[in-house]
T-cell receptor, first 110, second 115 residues
Framework: SQQGEEDPQALSIQEGENATMNCSYKTSINNLQWYRQNSGRGLVHLILIRSNEREKHSGRLRVTLDTSKKSSSLLITASRAADTASYFC??????????FGPGTRLSVLP | DTAVSQTPKYLVTQMGNDKSIKCEQNLGHDTMYWYKQDSKKFLKIMFSYNNKELIINETVPNRFSPKSPDKAHLNLHINSLELGDSAVYFCASSQELSVWNTEAFFGQGTRLTVV
């Protein structure tokens, strides 16, 4: 069974609004990462949060991690049309592969 | 310079053929991966490989085999292609010095279509 599961599967918002995506996982992790995939392209790493961290910021991105609930959220503030992409969370345990969820497809409408 | 490069970008082939996808990384990373992304965009690990160990996802058919001529390359060979093999295949790499901070770098993908 997959480790990470994003929610919602698809999200449409207007430019300037905030977008929130959630990720749940099942086993213990070392860190959790978020990646973006533009249509027809490879994945690009956005941000990593360690298991002993609760919140992290990078530009317009804010990631939270709740290990007691085995969940994470990615907030994109003041969204832009260029943020339109699929967003994936990936978890890593000790010595394990990156395990990806099914992704959230974000559409930012101008 | 592209950090992780795959060739070809597109591959259309007939059932039963044997094909290879090449991957090279110039990041000096010690671990490389192959992922398969299906039509629903779900990414599944196929292989991970470093200097010491090849880890195979047990669900991957043995028609798929990774070949690593050196640390910077991990090619994917597929024998007797089937329609269900149609997908986008991604190569990735990471440096495992510290699992706390390791991120994966992905290639642009190879869209394989089996007809």
């Amino acid at each position: 069974s997959q480790q990470g599961e994003e929610d919602p599967q698809a999200l449409s918002i207007q430019e300037g609004e905030n977008a929130t995506m959630n990720c749940s996982y099942k086993t213990s992790i070392n860190n959790l990462q978020w990646y973006r995939q533009n249509s027809g392209r490879g994945l690009v790493h956005l941000i990593l949060i360690r298991s002993n961290e609760r919140e992290k910021h990078s530009g317009r991105l804010r990631v939270t991690l709740d290990t007691s609930k085995k969940s994470s959220s990615l907030l994109i503030t003041a969204s832009r049309a260029a943020d339109t992409a699929s967003y994936f969370c990936a978890t890593r345990g000790y010595g394990q592969n990156f395990v990806f969820g099914p992704g959230t497809r974000l559409s930012v409408l101008p | 310079d592209t950090a992780v490069s795959q060739t070809p970008k597109y591959l259309v082939t007939q059932m039963g053929n044997d094909k290879s996808i090449k991957c090279e990384q110039n990041l000096g990373h010690d671990t490389m991966y192959w992922y398969k992304q299906d039509s629903k965009k779900f990414l599944k690990i196929m292989f991970s490989y470093n200097n010491k160990e090849l880890i195979i996802n047990e669900t991957v058919p043995n028609r798929f085999s990774p070949k690593s001529p050196d640390k910077a390359h991990l090619n994917l060979h597929i024998n007797s292609l089937e329609l269900g093999d149609s997908a986008v295949y991604f190569c990735a790499s990471s440096q495992e010095l510290s699992v706390w901070n390791t991120e994966a770098f992905f290639g642009q993908g190879t869209r394989l279509t089996v007809v």
